[in-house]
């Protein structure tokens, strides 16, 4: 029995550990995938960085356009895209083998148990302050690890907040009224009756219902935390219940979990539709590519408001972008700084941003019509759903007054204990919290 368990722990840890705010859980298969973009050499640089990001076809395309861009402009120095990984913690294994690139890709929500082993501490780096002060106040707060830590350990490069994609097609063929970007979760409930009232839907939504920034933000909204302020459990309260019970419920009438592919599948008459998935920005070209092939209309709109009377609700915001290896000589370090900087400004977006996946990280660039109109086969989605919204903005570090080697396993139980909440399941909220407990006391060394 208990290697049984080990293996459910083992599998649900991939599963946690792999997804973040970046959006790479989304299901990109063929033939909605781009051909990938030509890197362009400079094997007469002087200085030679490597970088590895994540494996999906347009984040490579934008990590090339950046490249290119840079080296066009800086001739001795050459990028070289090196490898790809999955998953942060696949670094322990390059950082010791010598096999880490010079620039990595990080996760807002996932880089804590990382970053002070692996990275550089860009906030000592020339021009920092002033660098850093264009982005969102959000964003820079997911580049510490603990609390109090004022290290800056990746350069952010999107803003993600929560958003509802959603098949304009199957609304206007099931005549039920499409959302607009300021409506409520009453609202939102609403349109989730009259999809799953309508002859051939299978699901009003789909959701990956244990993802860490759609459960912070149901936490919030509902009143719950998982830690006090001096780092005890605050998790077993009469709000986490309420937050349960009530996904439970909800998850029974109205959701499929999945990550897109099912809400994607869209056909015309068909009987196994879904009306809308909850995502980020970085699922957008995925999303829109296969709208175009498959002949349907896609709408997004921000995430509902959750109303408490006249106090808006909360949605969560989050950030992916890259750290550099503490590794690295001096001078790698330092071009690798110029060329991060190159990535995240003005000039830097507007040459990645025809790839769609991102709404840029600093706060000058809101209105840039280089990320807004973003199309793709004649499917255009109004910007304003993944920067206006009326719920307030948080961030997802909430293990931050614990010791980053603990982070991880912390991060581990919210996913087991969320993963309860799906269709289908009978487990007590009783059950889960037990389970969750005991699992901070075994792993985490939390109680």
Sequence with gaps: MKRVFMMIVSALMCLVTGLSFAGCNFDSTPPYTPPQEELEDNPNAKVQLTVQTLPDT??????????????????????????????????????????????????????????????????????????????????????????????????????????????????????????????TWDEFVATCDALSASPGVLNALENDIAWPPFQQTMMANFGSKYFNDDASIAFDSAQTKACYDYQQEFNNKYTIQGTGSNFSAYTKGGEKNVGMYIGVRPALPVLANKAAASGWELGCVAFPNYKRGEENGFVGAGCSGYAINNKSSNEKQQEAWKFLKYCMSEEGYRQANPVGTLVPAIKSMINDPSWRNYSAGNVTVDADAFVKTDATPIFLNYYRMHPTASHQEIINAAGFFWSNVKAGSSQTYSASMSNYKQYLKDRAHIQ
């Design 58 to 183: 347009y984040e490579k395309n934008m990590m090339i356009r950046w490249i290119n861009g840079y080296q066009k402009k800086n001739p001795d120095v050459g990028i070289n895209l090196k490898q790809t990984f999955g998953a942060m913690n696949e670094l322990d294994k390059m950082y010791y083998n010598n096999t880490m690139c010079d620039i990595v890709w990080s996760g807002g929500d996932q880089h804590s148990p990382f970053s002070q082993k692996y990275f550089v501490d860009l906030a000592g780096f020339e021009g920092a302050t002033e660098f850093f002060d264009g982005f969102y106040e959000t964003v820079i707060e997911t580049t510490h690890t603990t609390e109090g830590d004022k290290g800056i350990w990746f350069v952010p490069r999107d803003y993600n907040a929560l958003v509802v994609y959603y098949n304009k097609t199957m609304f206007k063929e099931l005549n039920i009224a499409e959302p607009k970007s300021n409506w």
